[in-house]
């Protein structure tokens, strides 16, 4: 078990290194960096079969002790990580499988394994100072990117919240040392150790914590680095940095369970905060022209919904949040991936510049309607579970939220199938007249779009085992349930 | 086991055949190339006569007197929710399931021979069931979840076929306009179970008619009967949000027949007779659906009037008669809507099903009786004033301006904004002065490889390709 444990976020460190130091011949590197990524996906299903039904905070599977200073290396599965790990193995399995060869040398290769072992360090740390190290070095590869882009506002944006992550961060580990320090705790950067030990951590910490979650999940107005990143940093290695759960991971990983006092502060402003998001994110997105900023502003308005639903504080809201931040990744890095597979045959991801595709690509067109049905919660896909448990618990006390989520959706309906029109239906631009050559979704994406169609309905028609997996993680986090909920009586 | 629950658990797969249907088409569509039209024929007259026997039990289920309420357990349970998973079957509910059963079969019939060797034929009958299953769960449902679910079927399904012809740009926009009010309106059926879970704490139709009679509030019934209602006039093109339905006109004519002649545009008052005994709690409520089913059946039959194509004609008619349906709901005649909806559903759909031979009808009915009904209406007409007649035709050949004034007061400010503010974030990121790159295409491996000598012209001439403005154009 610690083997698999070390192997999930080791072997695709390992793997960049020799990809980019020692291996020369790009099918070479991509041979290697998809065989890697298979053996991870692998072994992170493995994983989830054995531990998922675990509860949070009960399991311990691998104790290594101090390893520098107070870095204590810690790792485990439970159910908040359990399912998280094979999708983003998944995730970075379809990106390395997706890309196409000319773009899949030595460099980008090794930055999607980077990214890929970084996320997997970070889901699986139940360590401060180890989840704030993955969590940074999940960042690099996304920020080296945009200084090589050319594009200095883009650096500039990618720095400002690369650099307020790493101070926040930085300050965080610190103080809970410093308690650590303060009230005798053996490992003071431990998460489990300090659930356990009684003492109530500074609060400062939790909101440090929670400022790096909303950041990174692009919570308005911290979004912007992620909008432009999306839309404007080279795809493949940006999609796994920028599409991923690890901003909801933070706030149910360290900040629930740990700060309930901060949590019960915050609560109803980031409530609104999240509502707000959504607005904003689907108002955005509906007037892009830009694919992938559509998809950017859509990613942004689903994280509205989550932190709207997290911080509801209970128990329906919350396992709810918990399936869209998961589900999102899946549905908007699919759409995602076409985009980039748009952008590598057209040469653009402007709608204005497409259009009629669908003649030259069905499957592609296919993929992008049911992806994009699934992201706005068409009934039997995930994301209706999630939606359906999401709205259920913000009723309990934020009834005018919910119903702002549910026009909210609406919204996003309206702009999914709008850039599935421009791009796919109707006459061809002149621009996308001449593209002769425009080919459909081949082998592997073809097969990867299946795939991730495929989980989105079976998870949507048979939801209980992935509900099962996370009871234990949010009868965990009920302890913080707010105390004057009204319950309301079940249909 | 009893006759009864043998029947009542047939009769529960009776959404379920179509939409088995469906998956077996989409299934034979994953491997490359075309499926036989004779194998998507047989599957969907097959799965359509199992939907079709499904629906004539639930009608000797009714006779037989066995339980309405089918409780089917739980789709999902978690943390102190569930979504149950609950049929109600009726007098209503069981006699429109079997008229959706029939006029989906009659429609398969007819389609297999007008549709025969045309390019979307798969996927007219892929989405012809995948309609017939949403269509039978909102009518069977028995719960607003639940109706929800083949609400939403129904409205997908409609979209799609609207962009049938998808080459035309026509089509596609036409099918965005009923995306967007579909997707609009549909708001209301969801704040219709939101509300009513917060009154009655059920959205259970049976539970909550019971709970409703207890715990008479006016103000939650208000507003769980104006949500309704707001769902209902989306579905059913009524005014303001009815500009949708001419246009949907774009699809084949047996798509039309069935979706918007007859089934999925009278699922608006199938919603309002399925909530009768909510809305009843909210006399403002049902003062709001005559009012807006007067308005919608003066304003269409106007249009109708005027209406220069036979399909749209038919639709404006459509209108005036589901207009008049809501009034019949509005003033509590529930039999009558139901009978109303029954005969004008039938009527209509033979009607759009012969609108291709509306104009040899026509002359054949002139040359028969020497003059028609539009020559009587005419007659009628010219007694009116020349002034009021001009402004009376000039109002309604603008379809009475509801759908620029929409344009104009919602459409045009919300799109304005999100460019707005899509335009301050650009400068605030100083990125607006950058042309947006177009990135080179990639090579792709062989023996797919794209010559690119033709890509990097595409790419490069694209740079000064000016976007084409009716492409622009927002929904």
Known sequence: MSGLVLSLWLVPLLAAGVVQGLLHDPRQQRGVAIGVAWLVFAAALVLLVINGSDDAFARDDIELGPVFLSLHYHMAVDGLNAVLLPMTAAVALAALLSAPRSDLRGDTTARILVVEGALLGALLSFDAALLSLFWVASMV???????????????????????????????????????????????????????????????????????????????????????????????????????TPLGSFALARVVMPLFPQVC???????????????????????????????????????????????????????????MQAMSSVVEVGGLMLIALEVEARAGTTDMRLLGGLVHRAPRMATGFLLLSAAAVGFPGTISFVAEDLAIQGLLRQHEVVAGVMLIVTAVNGITLFKAFKQTFLGPPSPHAERLRSFEDLRGWEHLVAVAMMGTLLVGGIVPAPLLAIRTGVVEALKRIELPDAPTTHEP | MPLDVWLARFVALTPVWPALGAVLIALMLVPKGRPAERAVARIAWFALWLGFMGA????????????????????????????????????????????????????CKFSVNYLHREPGYVRFFLLMLLFGAGMQLLVLAGSIELMFIGWELVGMTSILLVAFFHERAGPVQAAIRVLVTYRICDIGLLLGGVWLHHWLHTTVWVDAFAAAAVHAAPLPALAVALSLVFAAMGKSAQFPVGGWL?????????????????????????????????????????????????????????????????????????????????????????????????????????????TPSALQDALARRAALGRTEQDEAAALWERVGLRRRRAVFRLAIERFAVETALDRWLTRPIMGLSRWLDRLENRFLALHDRPVPLARPATLSPPHGSPQSALQASSHSSLEAKADPQRGVEP
């Not at chain 1, 911290?222 to 940093?233: C, I, K, N, P, Q």
């Not at chain 2, 289920?61 to 089918?70: A, E, F, K, M, W």
Request: proline share 5%.
């Open chain 1, 141 to 243: 590869p996304l920020w080296q990117d945009t200084r090589r882009s050319g594009s200095r506002p883009l650096h500039v944006i990618l720095t400002l919240a690369f650099g307020a992550t790493i101070a926040a961060l930085l300050v965080a580990v610190v103080l809970l040392g410093v308690h650590g320090a303060e009230n005798g705790l053996p490992a003071p950067l431990d998460l489990l150790a300090i659930s356990r030990a009684g003492v109530a951590p500074p609060a400062a910490v939790g909101w440090l914590f929670l400022f790096v979650g909303l950041l990174r999940m692009g919570i308005v107005p911290m979004h912007l680095w992620l909008t432009a990143a999306a839309s404007r940093a080279p795809g493949y290695s940006a999609m796994l940095a920028v599409l």
């Open chain 1, 264 to 322: 019960e502060q915050a609560s109803s402003p980031l409530v609104i905060l999240g509502a707000v998001t959504a607005v904003y994110g689907a108002l955005l997105a509906v007037g892009q022209h830009d694919l992938r900023r559509v998809l950017a502003y859509f990613w942004v308005s689903q994280m509205g919904l989550v932190l709207a639903s997290l911080a509801a504080l209970n128990a329906p809201s919350v396992a709810g949040a918990l």
């Open chain 2, 56 to 107: 004539l039990g639930g009608v000797a289920l009714r006779v037989i007197g066995g339980p309405s309420d089918l409780r089917l357990g739980n789709w999902y349970e978690a943390f102190e929710y569930s979504f149950p998973l609950v049929l109600l079957l009726d007098g209503l509910s069981a006699s429109v399931s079997l008229l959706i059963a029939v006029l989906l079969l009659t429609t």
């Open chain 2, 246 to 354: 001419p246009r949907a006109m774009e699809g084949p004519t047996a798509s039309s027949a069935v979706f918007y002649g007859s089934l999925s545009v009278h699922a608006g008052v199938y919603l309002l007779l399925r909530a009768a005994p909510l809305i009843e709690h909210s006399p403002a409520a049902r003062a709001a659906l005559i009012v807006i089913g007067a308005v919608t059946a003066v304003m269409a039959s106007l249009s109708h009037k005027v209406s220069a194509d036979a399909k749209s004609a038919a639709a404006y008619a459509t209108a005036t008669q589901v207009g008049l349906m809501f009034v019949t709901c509005g003033l509590g005649f529930y039999t009558l809507a139901t009978v109303h909806l029954i005969a004008h559903a039938t009527l209509r759909y033979y009607q759009f099903l012969r």
